[in-house]
């Protein structure tokens, strides 16, 4: 509906490409990227200013196995991640083509030599302009992270850690880092807006140096000599005063026995945590985001004819591979691949707003007819994982991958299907997809609940307990690791529906 | 705005340490995988890596996560048959897909395996063994070179210039370029003489002549007389040290009394000794005999596989042995090492012969012979007799072995040769 946006490429005229053959240069990178960047600024692609490097295939398996940080503290459990990276790909078992990104500012963007000039073309689509965009545009990460600062914050990690290591011992870090690592997912604040990450670090070191000498004086710590007086009051003087979600900023503010150092270590953990939680909750969104750029570009720029038939054979060889879904059914299966879903809704969705059908008005009256760029960008934006699937999941993409609900029930001795993509299925298909992506669903809902101050100090977690389902086996050694941080018993109870609670674990201090 | 680096000439193995400290970290793991990768090697196949596994769960990074129960909704992809309400069998191991991603170790796989180095399995197969620092050094060290001429090269440092071959490609290069010049004033010359000798002397096609001359004469002049091409360099490569060959016999008793346990100490011990053989010889052959009565010469597999009943003739080996140095081995040629490894059961009248053997056959043309007896109950006849051995000749080295730290003081002496 956008004529100018049509009528902008030029006609299929005589072909000019860019590059024949398969081999790369710096030069031809160099002109791809502007090409790209022309073709991406055309569409209105805001993006953080990119830095695109070059590196061999150690080092990219060297980069795959720090989880993506490019500056990593060292960790043994990095070390395992490379080892079984670095015998996968010695095997041939996985290719380590696509991209590695990092949501920064400059966005860095790795580009393996080993590449054809087409596979570097595409990860440049898809990493430097499509992450990338996703980056600096969507709420999530703008409120969480801090693209600036990340990479400051990570060296500031490292050699801190190093720094402890010398001092301490590296068992010492070793052992805290294993607890920190294991409470990882439970270290983010959920429903917390935080306050804006920019703030100078010395300012933060600062307020924190106060939290901890404040915590010398908390509710913890006041209490002995009141034992006598305070014995009324038990009841009424709880604490904390409400569950609190975020186990690791608990920890750090309020561990008895950790000494500044290790407290420091927790926060460090805790706010890579956070730094990464955008990324957990919108894997969808982000890879369909880059996977759609990258198609959306490349053929542009084939359309310009500057890409020969050859490039775009190869191109959407790996393209088509990206983003198979195999039926559930299928040995392949393994949950749904998030670069397919995320594909298809961002092509799905310009669908709609280029070429809607009838069911699509009125399903999503406002968006049909509308301009693509305008409302991909809106989409983009403003949704997570669990409401973008919500909002923008049409029957005909319901169809297209005949999308089905079963519920497994343990008290059912049969699955039972609930929903196919019928009339009568689309909404509630779409619902419970939705929850799937949702992370306070898949992970469990666990909570600070209560510190015995006057008594032993022990410290209660509760688990609130979704639809019955219990916690696993990794449980007791879950609690270990409390209380290795916490220094005194740990223990966990399983609440259900009804509001019972259940002692599910217990682990001395 | 954009950059594009090249970032591939800059650190690489950022990982070496995580992966230190994993191997650090599961040390007692993989030292037992390592154990058990020795035993599955040939005697003479240590130097290299090997591939390590050990059971996954020993290494997960525990979640907080979901157990099987309660209430779960799955979206699946790919619906072919089923419509609402259809109640289905749950399919083995319950609950079909999962939509999270499970656990980053990718749940069901069993066993982690990896990749050690050959330093790294060197290393693991040298802690057992409780060899000191000094030695280990030695045996996992790269072998020594020295540098060995190999002709010459048009590059090289100043050091290495080669004065008599510069000159000489000097001379071939000065001939060839001034072969052409040199034809051309020779018929110069001769022009010119037919010239004069035709009292034409002073014509200008004399002059001219004489100016052709001048130049030519000119041109020879300037080719110069030694010149960057010229330069050849003595070329040296490395060559390892050690470059003459050994012969290794491993005697091992397969009476009745050795069992599983046993036949591995004796095997760590063969290997050692062809470690450190190794590092001293360029080509090492491995000879097996194996004896209880009678002895034979095997090959590696068998020697270690089955095992026989009946009693124990030790000198039924050495004599086989002796029988193989004098017929392929001639000791001029060859260094000979042996190491025999036995429970020390021998028939009680056999024993002085085998003393005997050793000293007048044996010992004289071998480097080195080492005994071990293994988990032995108390010393034999046998031992008595090698004990005396032992005092006769200092290539002779015994041990009673009872751990596998105990091997190594068999090999001391010859370490020390080695060190001195």
């Known amino acids: 509906m956008e004529p100018e946006m049509e009528s902008a490429a030029p006609p299929v005229a005589e072909r000019q490409p860019l590059s024949e053959g398969s081999e790369w240069t710096f030069e031809l990178l160099d002109l791809y990227d502007r090409e790209i960047a022309r073709v991406a600024a055309h569409y209105g692609l805001d993006t953080y200013p990119n830095q695109i490097e070059v590196i061999t295939s150690e080092q990219m398996i060297d980069a795959y196995s720090s989880v993506g940080m490019p500056v990593g503290y060292h960790h043994w459990s990095y070390g395992k991640q490379f080892l079984s990276t670095q015998k996968s790909y010695k095997r041939g078992q996985m290719g380590l083509a696509y991209e590695i990104v990092i949501n920064s500012s400059p966005c860095i963007a790795y580009l393996m030599e080993e590449n054809t000039m087409t596979m570097q073309a595409l990860v440049i689509a898809h990493a430097a302009y499509g992450h990338n965009s996703f980056f600096k545009g969507n709420y999530l990460f703008r409120t969480w992270t801090d693209a600036e600062g990340i990479l400051d914050y990570l060296v500031f990690a490292r050699n801190f850690i190093a720094d402890c290591e010398q001092r301490h011992g590296e068992v010492a870090v070793e052992e805290l880092l294993d607890s920190c690592h294991a409470l990882m997912s439970l270290g983010v604040d959920r429903y917390k807006r935080p306050a804006k990450l920019s703030m100078v670090k010395e300012q933060a070191r600062q307020l924190e140096r106060e939290a901890y000498l404040q915590s010398q004086v908390n509710d913890l710590w006041r209490t002995l000599p009141a034992k006598q007086a305070a014995g009324n009051e038990k009841q009424a003087a709880r604490f904390p005063s409400e569950p609190q979600e975020n186990l690791l900023y608990f920890i750090e503010k309020n561990a008895p026995r950790l000494e500044p150092w290790q407290r420091e270590i927790v926060r460090i953990v805790r706010k890579i945590a956070q730094y990464f939680y955008p990324q957990r909750q919108t894997q969808v969104m982000n890879e369909g985001w880059a996977t759609f750029w990258h198609y959306t570009l490349l053929n542009h720029l084939y359309e310009e004819g500057k890409l020969t038939d050859g490039f775009m054979m190869e191109f959407l060889q790996s393209h088509t591979n990206v983003v198979y879904q195999p039926p559930y059914n299928s040995r392949f299966y393994s949950g749904i691949n998030p670069y397919a879903l995320g594909f298809s809704m961002f092509q799905d969705l310009r669908r709609i707003c280029e070429h809607p059908t009838e069911e699509d008005r009125r399903w999503f009256p406002e968006l049909a007819g509308s301009d693509w760029v305008k409302s991909l960008d809106f989409a983009m934006r403003n949704f997570k994982d669990e409401s973008f699937v919500a909002q923008y999941l049409s029957p005909k993409l319901i169809r297209d991958l005949k999308l089905f609900a079963m519920v497994d029930d343990d008290q059912d001795d049969k699955l039972e299907v609930t929903a196919i993509h019928d009339d009568a299925g689309y909404r509630t298909v779409r619902q419970l997809l939705a929850d799937q992506y949702n992370l306070g669903n898949r992970e469990p809902n666990i909570q600070v609940y209560q510190v015995d101050v006057f008594g032993d100090r022990s410290l209660t977690l509760r688990h609130y307990m979704h639809d019955r389902r219990p916690l696993g086996e990794s449980t007791p050694e879950m609690l270990r690791h409390v209380a290795r941080l916490w220094g005194y018993t740990v223990r966990i109870e399983s609440v259900d529906q009804d509001g019972e609670s259940r002692l599910v674990a217990t682990s001395e201090g | ?420």
């Open chain 2, 1 to 420: 705005m954009n950059r594009l680096v090249d970032r591939r000439l800059s650190g690489k193995n950022r990982s070496a340490v995580n992966r230190q400290r994993f191997l650090r970290r599961f040390k007692s793991q993989i030292r037992k995988a390592a154990a058990e990768a020795v035993s599955g090697r040939k005697v003479a196949d240590l130097e290299r890596g090997e591939k390590i596994s050990i059971p996954s769960k020993d290494l997960s990074e525990p979640m907080f996560h979901h157990g099987p129960g309660g209430r779960r909704n799955i979206v699946l992809p790919g619906n072919r048959e089923f419509v609402s309400g259809d109640r289905v069998d749950r399919p083995e191991g319950g609950g079909g897909g999962k939509g999270g991603g499970g656990s980053p170790d990718g749940e069901g796989m069993d066993e982690f395996v990896f990749e050690l180095s050959k330093e790294e399995f060197m290393d693991y197969f040298f802690q057992d063994l409780a060899l000191p620092d000094l030695v280990k050094k030695q045996l996992a060290a790269v072998p020594e070179v020295k540098r060995a001429r190999a002709g010459f090269v048009s590059q090289g440092n100043p050091s290495s210039l080669h004065v008599v071959r510069s000159m000489k490609q000097a001379i071939g290069r000065r001939m060839a370029m001034a072969a052409g010049p040199r034809d051309a004033l020779r018929e110069a010359e001769d022009a010119l003489e037919a010239l004069v000798t035709q009292g034409l002397g002073a014509s200008p096609e004399a002059d001219e002549l004489r100016e052709e001359i001048e130049a030519l004469k000119a041109r020879i002049a300037a080719v110069p007389f030694i010149d960057t091409w010229d330069l050849r360099y003595a070329n040296r490569v490395d060559q390892p040290t050690p470059s003459s060959q050994a012969v290794m016999f491993c005697l091992l008793d397969v009476s009745g009394s050795m069992d599983e346990d046993r036949k591995n100490i004796a095997k760590r011990f063969f290997m050692l000794l062809y470690l450190f053989l190794t590092k001293s010889y360029e080509r090492i052959d491995v000879v097996f005999i194996r004896h209880h009565t009678v002895a034979k010469e095997v090959d590696e597999e068998e020697f270690f596989a089955s095992r026989e009943s009946g009693g124990t003739v030790v000198s039924s080996a050495l004599e086989l042995m002796h029988d193989i140095i004098l017929e392929r081995y001639p000791s001029a040629n060859w260094n000979i090492y042996a190491a025999q490894a036995s429970d020390g059961d021998n028939w009680e009248n056999d024993s002085p012969r085998c003393r005997e053997l050793l000293l007048q056959s044996i010992l004289p043309l071998a480097q080195y012979f080492a005994y071990v007896e293994i988990e032995a109950e108390e010393p034999q006849s046998l031992w008595h007799e090698y004990e005396r051995v032992k005092a006769a000749s200092p290539r002779f080295a015994m041990q009673r072995i009872l751990t596998l730290e105990d091997i190594y003081p068999v090999f001391r002496e010859l370490f020390r040769k080695k060190v001195a």
